[in-house]
């Protein structure tokens, strides 16, 4: 059974900096695409980012570019994902999913995902 665990949230201040991690087991990681989506309170479901199965092939949403990067160990079955220039409102809960597809899709939508993480909570605060 695939598993998903999330780590590396916590509480910043305004302009900081964290590294979300995102390690996989009991499966073979490299049939899956990875995605981060994260969830505000109050708020709906966003898609962050995501990595296809092969780590050169990415996509960031709109809104982060620029302050968020994601990228994939092959070697440690574990994506990363880096969060520069914190603002109060990246504050959420962050999830990685991993959903089967094909080696260069980048799925963008929370149905394409097989597996979810607990999730890591960010909180952007002075």
């Known amino acids: 059974q695939v598993q998903l665990v999330e780590s590396g949230g916590g509480l910043v201040q305004p302009g900081g900096s964290l590294r979300l991690t995102c390690a996989f087991s009991?499966?073979?990681?490299?049939?899956?695409?990875i995605g981060w989506f994260r969830q505000a309170p109050g708020k709906e479901r966003e898609f962050v980012g995501a990595v296809a199965r092969r780590p050169d092939t990415s996509l960031i949403e709109d809104s982060v570019k620029g302050r968020f990067t994601i990228s994939r160990d092959n070697d440690k079955n574990t994506v990363y994902l880096q969060l520069n220039t914190l603002k109060p409102e990246d504050t959420a809960l962050y999830h990685c999913?991993?959903?089967?597809?094909?080696?260069?899709?980048?799925?963008?939508?929370?149905?394409?995902?097989?597996?979810w993480g607990q999730g890591t909570q960010v909180t952007v605060s002075s």
């Open positions: 009991g499966g073979n990681f490299f049939n899956y695409a």
């Open positions: 999913g991993a959903g089967r597809t094909g080696p260069w899709n980048i799925p963008r939508y929370g149905h394409a995902y097989d597996y």
